[in-house]
């Protein structure tokens, strides 16, 4: 609660005493006060904090930029800590002339800046067989979006030139999990970044500093971290990550391989189970949509588990594989309320329940859960994870 002294008619202390000068905070750090906004990681997930994932903490953010400090990090074998000196990104394999760069090469190529989400294929995974995890940070908080500035993958391959029978690459990481991937070589040339910079500072050592891949609106595992070796070849590698991992294994048995893109998803981020509603009349409701084929065209909201659909306001920036901020005002009477929110993609594609999305995936799958979530409201604010038929 607030402190009497510091209210009106008192002075405040914050107004009495100078405050510390501008050599105090040489990089910048966020208000003592907002020390709960935090990535958080779920201890049962996995048996340890290096092989494992911490969620970005969505209902406390806004606009549609993740703050450095908050993107979700998911790694193999834990977080490399790369000198930039010692850095080589090798390009190898179907080339006509192989090729070893250092981080000061990679800086005199063209570059770009482009916002992108990147989202995890294990994204809302938890709950494929039911309401589990009781927050959309836990739900939904591996998912960020941030402005990379990097050189097109493309400029880097033509470098090294491409042989005619190039088909695939596969960007390796210089973790301890040297984790890889087989990308085709029609995205690397499309739109693929090799990426120094996020939000206009180096890449955080948690998003592969000095050099990432980035992939737009394609799953995040494929954005390989710490990049260090790109081979060209004629095939896919089909490596453990897209084999025995990031395949949807369907209820006959059989499983979908190479679900690169990210459909169309959205998510209520306030209110939330961390972030229940506070009071009656005016509320505001807010949230995040997105898509791996596009722009989001619109978004739907209800607050009675979809008896009444009303289109929601998006505000910002609506970019390519980025995502979107919408915003939905409305008067709670205190009565209990279903919230979803249901977005469209360019492409014409819309959001599925997750009984539409079960129906044709089955529950065995960890992968690309992209149905729509339900929050229950309950007459005292609280908010909880709940399902609905
Ligand atoms: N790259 C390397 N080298 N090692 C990793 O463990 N994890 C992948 C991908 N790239 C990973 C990696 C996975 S599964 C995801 S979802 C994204 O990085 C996460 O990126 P982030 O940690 O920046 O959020
Ligand atoms: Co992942």
């Not at 002075?11 to 105090?24: H, I, K, N, T």
């Not at 709960?36 to 209902?59: D, I, M, Q, Y």
């Not at 995890?120 to 979006?145: D, K």
């Not at 005016?282 to 659909?309: C, M, P």
Request: proline share 6%; net charge negative; glycine share 8%.
């Amino acid at each position: 609660g607030a402190n009497p002294e510091n209210l009106p008619p008192n002075v405040p202390d914050w107004s009495r005493y100078l405050g510390e000068g501008v050599d105090a905070r040489p990089y910048g750090v966020p208000s003592e006060y907002e020390a709960h906004v935090v990535r958080r990681n779920v201890a049962w997930l996995t048996a340890s904090t290096e092989s494992s994932v911490n969620f970005t903490p969505l209902h406390e953010i806004d606009g549609i930029l993740t703050p450095n400090g908050l993107c979700f990090e998911r790694h193999h074998s834990g977080i490399a800590e790369i000198d930039p000196a010692d850095h080589r990104l090798m390009i190898n394999g179907l080339v006509d002339k192989p090729l070893i760069f250092t981080m000061e090469d990679i800086m005199r190529f063209p570059r770009t800046n482009k916002v992108y989400f990147l989202e995890c294929a294990a994204n809302t995974g938890m709950e494929w067989r039911g309401a589990q995890l009781n927050g959309c940070q836990f739900t939904h908080g591996m998912v960020h979006c941030v402005m990379y500035t990097g050189v097109p993958l493309r400029l880097i391959l033509e470098e090294a030139g491409l042989k005619t029978n190039a088909k695939w690459i596969m960007p390796e990481g210089g973790d301890a999990a040297g984790m890889n991937r087989s990308v085709p070589l029609e995205k690397a040339l499309d739109d693929c970044l090799v990426a120094f910079k996020m939000n206009g500072e180096a890449l955080r050592p948690e998003q592969g500093y000095p050099l990432r891949l980035v992939v737009p609106g394609w799953e995040g595992n494929m954005w390989v971290k710490w990049l260090r070796r790109i081979e060209v070849g004629d095939q896919p590698w089909h490596t453990r990550e897209e084999t025995s991992k990031y395949t949807d294994l369907m209820e006959d048995g059989r499983s979908r391989r190479f679900t690169w893109y990210m459909d169309c998803k959205s998510v209520i981020t306030n209110p939330s189970p961390q972030a229940p509603l506070l009071h009656k009349g005016h509320n505001i409701l807010t949230g995040l949509a997105w898509s791996g084929r596009g722009t989001v065209e619109r978004v739907d909201v209800t607050l009675d588990g979809g008896k009444n659909w009303r289109t929601a306001r998006i505000d910002g920036l609506s970019l390519d594989k980025a995502v979107h901020r919408f915003y939905f005002e409305f008067d709670w009477n205190g009565e209990p309320l279903l919230l979803q929110s249901r977005a469209v993609d360019s492409t014409g594609y819309v959001q599925p329940t997750k009984d539409e999305l079960r129906a044709v995936r089955g529950t065995n799958s960890i992968y690309h859960n992209n149905g729509i979530q339900t929050w229950h409201v309950q007459q005292n604010g609280e908010v909880e994870n709940v399902e609905i038929s």
